[in-house]
């Protein structure tokens, strides 16, 4: 039986997650035209595109063994799934605003005569119920900011990535309800009866992740400079050293370190005596 993951088939985490699969080893066949569901370089896996309000639902009723989507729209749902790996990318908040000409700066200063709108109705409900508020909640399915200007409520309940487009509505934030990110997830009963390919995707998404934050780096080194070099590398686990068929005896040298040491390491490096230097991208760790 194939195993089958939901992606978002528009939106700003719609690219960056084919992208994640792609580097994972699991591009599609056919991205041209995004069909409903789409082979990928896998046979025994297939990409279906969907919704990304629908994919924690899809997951839950097994209509597909994995999906990726963010924590507000699972917690939301309020959908059974289990949760694999963090990608990383899509962080927004799911915050509480008022107008910024009004009284109300804080959760303290909301009475339950209030009005709220919201597209999480779920997720602002028991938010409120947690503050003992009893408000009347608006679902709205789009343009929620000016949802208080137009006389449809006193505040909003809505998704805030910079803040910029509140700012631009003229709306201040009094409270967060929720910080989500991008999740890979899958259902029970797909971990159970498909586990190895279930872990294969998520341990190749996981490598993606890690990599994304390292560069290898490659050097030669004289012999009699080994030690000093030595001193100034970091590495995972040690670095990598082969002899290299030179007149002057000398090594090559491989490690993988974090992207925000290359910069000072590459100068201390060169202090102690490594030349061509090469720093490379890496696409997955496993």
Not at 44 to 60: H, Q, W
Not at 167 to 193: A, F, G, P, Q
Not at 223 to 247: A, F, H, Q
């Amino acid at each position: 039986m194939k195993l089958k993951i939901a992606v978002p088939s528009k939106g700003r985490i719609s690219d960056p997650s084919i992208n994640i699969l792609e580097k994972a080893g699991l591009g599609l066949k056919d991205n041209s035209n995004r069909k409903l569901i789409s082979a990928t370089h896998n046979k025994d896996i297939d990409v279906m595109f969907a919704r990304a309000s629908d994919i924690p639902e899809f997951v839950d009723n097994g209509i597909v063994d994995m999906g990726i989507t963010g924590v507000d729209l699972i917690k939301e749902s309020e959908s059974n799934v289990v949760e694999l790996v963090d990608l990383h990318i899509g962080q927004t908040e799911l915050v509480i605003a008022s107008p910024e000409e009004s009284n109300i700066n804080s959760i303290e200063d909301v009475t339950s005569d209030m009005v709220i709108a919201t597209e999480f109705p779920v997720l602002t409900k028991k938010y409120l119920n947690k503050h003992r508020l009893d408000l009347k909640i608006v679902k709205l399915s789009g343009s929620t900011e000016i949802a208080p200007f137009i006389g449809v409520a006193d505040l909003i309940s809505d998704l805030s990535s910079t803040g910029t487009t509140l700012k631009m509505n003229h709306l201040k934030v009094i409270d967060t309800i929720l910080n989500s990110t991008i999740k890979l997830i899958t259902n029970e009963e797909s971990y159970k009866n498909k586990k190895n390919l279930v872990e294969a995707v998520a341990t190749s998404i996981e490598g993606v992740i890690e990599a994304e934050s390292k560069k290898l780096l490659m050097m030669n080194v004289k012999s009699s400079d080994l030690d000093k070099v030595k001193e100034v590398m970091p590495s995972m686990t040690g670095p990598t050293i082969s002899e290299v068929l030179s007149e002057e005896k000398t090594v090559a040298i491989q490690a993988v370190v974090d992207e925000s040491q290359v910069f000072e390491l590459v100068n201390d490096l060169r202090n102690a005596g490594a030349k061509d230097i090469l720093v490379v991208p890496i696409e997955r760790i496993i």
